[in-house]
């Protein structure tokens, strides 16, 4: 399965952002931008899909990338993967906009 990362706006002025996309097990990541407001990733993140599945969820998260400590989660959106399925789904665009910091 493929999920292109396109773009972030609007994010902390200086950031390191990069992408993750987590399925069943499985965790790929975009490579990370240097000190940015905004950045063009135009990157496809291949997820290797394997039958039988037992997980439903493809969890997409924005990161801030630090270099001498822990990562910093920006933003998170989900995906059903069974609904994908289940109707095929023309290309999107999804906006993942900041959490709370109590919902993880």
Known sequence: MMVT???V???????????????????VNTSAARNV??????????IPVMTPLFEDIIVVKLW?????A???ILAQGMLS????????????WYNFYGYDIEEI
Do not use: K
């Open 37 to 46: 407001e905004q950045h063009t990733f135009n990157e496809c993140l291949l």
């Open 81 to 92: 993967f069974s609904e994908l399925r289940s109707r095929p789904m023309l290309p999107r």
């Open 9 to 27: 706006e609007d994010i902390p002025e200086g950031s390191n952002p990069f992408v993750t996309a987590e399925f069943a097990g499985s965790l």
């Open 64 to 68: 801030n990338n630090y270099l001498f």
């Open 5 to 7: 990362i396109h773009r």
């Open 70 to 72: 822990s990562d910093e």
